[in-house]
Nanobody, 125 residues
């Protein structure tokens, strides 16, 4: 059974930092795109960041560009999201995703075929 398990969420003050981790099991994702989405209460799920299989190309939502950094460790079958300068509007459930169908970095949630269960990030003002 394939699983993506996120960790590292929590409560942080505005301006603070958090690092999310996602560990994959059940199959290797080393040859595939991985990324992060988020969903705030009452809002649509939105793309946050994605990274190609080598870790050489990344893509970010405009709202997090310059503050968030996505990275991966293929030896650990894991992907990470370093979040700095957090804002209250970053409050959401963050989901780790995997895309085994494409090599380019997609922003549509329907493009990703593997999803974690999500981890809550709350930023207080």
């Amino acid at each position: 059974q394939v699983q993506l398990v996120e960790s590292g969420g929590g409560l942080v003050q505005a301006g603070g930092s958090l690092r999310l981790s996602c560990a994959a099991s059940g199959r290797t994702f080393s040859g595939y795109v991985m990324g992060w989405f988020r969903q705030a209460p009452g809002k649509e799920r939105e793309f946050v960041a994605a990274i190609n299989w080598r870790g050489s190309t990344t893509r970010y939502a405009d709202s997090v560009k310059g503050r968030f950094t996505i990275s991966r460790d293929n030896a650990k079958n894991s992907v990470y999201l370093q979040m700095n300068s957090l804002k209250p509007e970053d409050t959401a459930v963050y989901y780790c995703v995997g895309d085994t169908n494409h090599y380019s970095l997609r922003i549509g949630s329907h493009e990703y075929d593997y999803w974690g269960q999500g981890t809550q990030v709350t930023v207080s003002s």
